[in-house]
């Protein structure tokens, strides 16, 4: 299908959480994308894999999500890859599902900052928009050669991260309305994030 604007939300997932939602449905309606595909890591190339959850529940939270959420599309090209994904290999994946298809990877900020550090960095911009969530900030330790050639859209900060929603399970602390009543119900069921 032509004209397609298809926007891509990847990330580890750890748990998916209303700062990645609210990230990709402001794009979704700002860049008017067709669909934004959710792809979880299957295999992290910059993360101890060892400190990952099960890509098994990672996953079934993400699918939670976009059964709620019809601009959301949950997409397992990483775990149909095999191994570690690098994102050029992910977007290139993509763009033969979609050929005809307006690419756009959703970013935020934090791995704007890290950009230098990723695989073949130039080549993704040539194979996809850049979209980042913030403000376009002179001072922020972003290549100016990176952050001149971004997609900046300018929303609220939620400042929420996995990492401290997994700190605050594992010390008894509510993670209410940092995520989907869905997805925290999928959590305290199987008891994701407790020692």
């Given at each position: 299908m032509s004209g397609m604007r298809i926007g891509i939300g990847g990330g580890v997932f750890d748990p998916i959480?209303?700062?990645?939602?609210?990230?990709?449905?402001?794009?979704?309606?700002?860049?008017?994308?067709?669909?934004?595909?959710?792809?979880p890591t299957y295999k992290a190339v910059h993360k101890i894999s060892d400190a990952i959850s099960a890509y098994?529940?990672?996953?079934?939270?993400?699918?939670i999500v976009c059964e709620n959420d019809e601009k959301f599309e949950l997409c397992?090209?990483?775990?149909?890859?095999g191994g570690p994904s690098y994102t050029l290999d992910t977007i290139r994946s993509l763009k033969k599902l979609y050929p005809d298809a307006?690419?756009?990877?959703?970013?935020?900020?934090?791995?704007?900052?890290?950009m230098e550090d990723?695989?073949?960095?130039?080549?993704?911009?040539?194979?996809?928009?850049?979209?980042?969530?913030?403000?376009?900030?002179?001072?922020?330790p972003v290549?100016?050669?990176?952050?001149?050639?971004?997609?900046?859209?300018?929303?609220?900060?939620?400042?929420?991260?996995?990492?401290?929603?997994?700190?605050?399970?594992?010390?008894?602390?509510?993670?209410?309305?940092?995520?989907?009543p869905e997805i925290e119900d999928y959590i305290l069921t199987h008891k994701l994030y407790v020692k």
């Open positions: 959480h209303t700062g990645h939602l609210f990230l990709f449905n402001e794009c979704a309606d700002r860049l008017a994308l067709t669909k934004v595909l959710l792809v098994a529940d990672r996953r079934e939270m993400v699918r397992e090209v990483e775990k149909e890859a307006e690419w756009f990877l959703i970013v935020g900020l934090d791995n704007l900052e890290k990723w695989h073949q960095p130039d080549r993704i911009f040539e194979e996809a928009n850049i979209v980042v969530g913030s403000r376009p900030v002179d001072s922020a290549d100016a050669k990176y952050r001149d050639r971004v997609i900046w859209l300018e929303m609220p900060k939620l400042d929420i991260s996995s990492t401290v929603l997994r700190e605050r399970l594992r010390s008894g602390r509510s993670i209410r309305y940092l995520v989907p």
